[in-house]
């Protein structure tokens, strides 16, 4: 009790200075990029009192979420309504009934009286590939207005820790870049631990990718124009899928997008450290993911998961990297950006600050989302463009 009312006490003194110190302060280098078939940028908020009541006592209290911005802070509080259980305390099967940040966006539209459906101008259709030891699904994105003529192919792989969430979890940012790119999108789901464990989901992503190749123009799309996207676990897997198509002498990528990609198996990075009571990730939930996704330490030590120490990233295609302040997984990604451009490999590397990991597909409700989704687009345009003319994209 004496500790809520010295809490409490706190914030409301802090109220004068906090109340004209918290607008906007992302930098200016994030600002949205003009692109065609953009979607607008989500509407201006402005902090409530218990929006600076909350923040200061999160700062009180050394919660990294004392970092959100306003846009961030308003999913994560709608998805506190929701009241997911903690998924370290859970079998993965109650994990995968959880509420998810998705859910959390389509609840604050639906609070805030505006659309929550799926964004429209893009047609969407369920299909099945062969993965390494049987069907699994996929979904198929294609612009409304990409006109005649093969499109660019997108091959996306959704997040979740190699355990949970699935195609609908993961639609919105497949959906954005099919219709912002003007590109095919293909999400693949793949095998999930605990069971199949690694590396079940790593040759799902590969027989995806060789699926891709084989049936890019019976999709419609232009096979030498093809690109990989990832978030999460599934940034991890674009990024093996290219270094897997490299080494097999497949058809190289165009370009990669690596979205807060898992780079690696230590936890006590800057980033996990400072995030390790986060949402809606943190320190123990990648730990419970790591755990039930791998047969022990030894795996972890694996190039295909230590990227950053163990892997050869020479010869990759070039690469956008997207990270979060307030991600555990926010140093795998510059570290993976490092390592790359080390390779020479071209890499633009962008942490968005006041936002959170999965922040990527809330472009609705996130304005950094959608900044983000500026800067990805422009970068796979310019690899798809190099590649019909037969350039190369300028090193960043």
Known sequence: MLKRTFLATAAIA??????GAQ?????AAQAPVATPAQTPAPPPREPTMRDRVDQVVRAVTGSPLAEADIDMKHVLDAMAELRPMAIENLTPLEARLQPTPADAV???????????APEPGVAVKDITFQGTTGPLPARVYRPDDAGQGPLPVIAYFHGGGWVIADLDTYDATPRALAKQARAIVVSFHYRQAPEDKFPAAHDDAIAAYRWLLQNA????????????????AGGNLAINVAIAARDGRLKSPVHQLLVYPVAQGDMN????????????????????FLGHATRGPADLMDPRLDLVNKADLKNLPPTTIITAQIDP???????????????????NHTDYQGVTHEFFGMA???????????????????????AATGTNPAPR
């Open 217 to 232: 123009q019976q999709l419609g799309g232009d096979d030498n124009r093809i690109a990989l996207a990832g978030e999460s």
């Open 23 to 27: 607008t906007d302060t992302r930098p």
């Open 106 to 116: 389509k609840l604050l539209l639906t609070k805030e009286g505006r659309n929550a």
């Open 269 to 288: 990075t800057k980033s996990y450290r400072d995030n390790a009571a986060a949402k809606p990730l943190n320190k123990a939930m990648m730990d419970w």
């Open 364 to 386: 609705a409700v996130v304005a950094d989302a959608k900044a983000a989704q500026d800067v990805a687009v422009k970068d796979l345009q310019a690899s798809f463009g190099a």
């Open 14 to 19: 802090a109220i004068a200075g906090a109340a």
């Open 329 to 347: 997984l926010r140093d795998d990604g510059a570290m993976l950006a490092a390592k790359l451009k080390e390779a020479g490999v071209p890499v």
